[in-house]
């Protein structure tokens, strides 16, 4: 059984920063691919960053130079620090897990950047 537990959603202007974690436990192999995902109101699941478990990452080209994905494999915990918010990163934003080829996914956490 695997968990992830995400937090550090919340309210921001526009310009603003955000950093949220991602807590992963239960059956976690060493290898794994961690990574968020967003939901905008009415819209599809998109990918926004990636990370491997030996730290290679993949960013949606939208997020390059804003968002930064990182983790910290002892606590099997990913962040994504996004700076220069816009309107247009509100969104529900999803912790993802990828092992043996199953993923998983957080609840949830919503992202709101007022204009």
């Known amino acids: 059984q695997v968990q992830l537990v995400e937090s550090g959603g919340g309210l921001v202007q526009t310009g603003g920063s955000l950093r949220l974690s991602c807590a992963a436990s239960?059956?976690?192999?060493?290898?794994?691919?961690m990574g968020w995902y967003r939901q905008a109101p009415g819209k599809g699941r998109d990918l926004v960053a990636l990370i491997t478990s030996g730290g290679s990452t993949n960013y949606v080209d939208s997020m390059k130079g804003r968002f930064t994905i990182s983790r910290d494999n002892a606590k099997n915990t990913v962040y994504l620090q996004m700076n220069s918010l816009k309107p247009e990163d509100t969104a529900i934003y999803y912790c993802?897990?990828?092992?043996?080829?199953?993923?998983?996914w957080g609840q949830g956490t919503q992202v709101t950047v007022s204009s």
């Open positions: 993802n897990l990828v092992v043996v080829s199953r993923h998983y």
């Open positions: 239960g059956s976690i192999f060493s290898y794994n691919t």
